[in-house]
């Protein structure tokens, strides 16, 4: 049994420079006891994928921000330079139905 509220209700989270001071911020409170349950997919620039980062005990791979990665997503978070956020808007690719910058 979850101890985490609304543990029903998992949302799918996408983070855009994972490996950036911000985006491992983010992860730590994501994985705080009172946050929700969510499935995180963390996403950066080819310099960075395949990085491996842990979140709640489970290895996570960094895949390479593209948009097949972020269609099945409930919520982006864009934690990397306003260049890559820019770029990857400016391509016309969908963005999740919340998206953060």
Not at 15 to 40: D, M, R, Y
Request: charged letters at 20%; a negative charge; one cysteine or more.
């Amino acid at each position: 049994m979850s101890t985490r509220p609304d543990a029903g209700n998992t949302s799918r989270v996408a983070i855009i420079g994972s490996t950036s001071p911000l985006g491992k911020q983010l992860q730590e409170l994501l994985e705080g006891p009172t946050a929700p349950e969510c499935q995180l997919t963390l996403l950066d620039t080819d310099e960075y994928a395949g990085l491996l980062q842990e979140f709640r005990n489970q290895i996570q791979i960094v895949k390479v921000i593209a948009p097949e990665h972020l269609k099945s997503s409930d919520i982006a978070v864009f934690a990397c330079s306003p260049e890559l956020m820019h770029q990857y808007v400016e391509s016309g690719s969908p963005l999740p139905p919340l998206t953060i910058d």
